[in-house]
């Protein structure tokens, strides 16, 4: 059974900092693309950000040079860094497993997680 289980979300000031971790159980994050998703009320989910199983990262956009993806094979983790967080980062963030490494990413997925809050005041 796979199971993937976000942490870290939260209610921080804008500029503020946060770091978000999947855990994953069942399926070996090293293997196929993992990415981040959010979703804001209202809105459709968006990609935030992948990474391959060699590494190579992509970002939204709104995101690129504020937030960092990264994969611990030990751990079987992927992690969000989310620095100088801004009121319109505010959404539900939601851990992916075997999206596409391509721009914006299949939200067409194998496994999601259960997501987790972020909130960012102005």
Known sequence: QVQLVESGGGSVQAGGSLRLSCAVSGYTVSINCMGWFRQAPGKEREGVAVISPGGR?????????????????????????????????????????????????RTDVAYWGQGTQVTVSS
Do not use: H
């Open 57 to 105: 990262t992509l970002y939204a956009d709104s995101v690129n040079g504020r937030f960092s993806i990264s994969r611990d094979n030990a751990k079987n983790s992927v992690d969000l860094q989310m620095n100088s967080l801004k009121p319109e980062d505010t959404a539900m963030y939601y851990c992916a497993a075997r999206t596409s490494c391509t721009w914006p990413p």
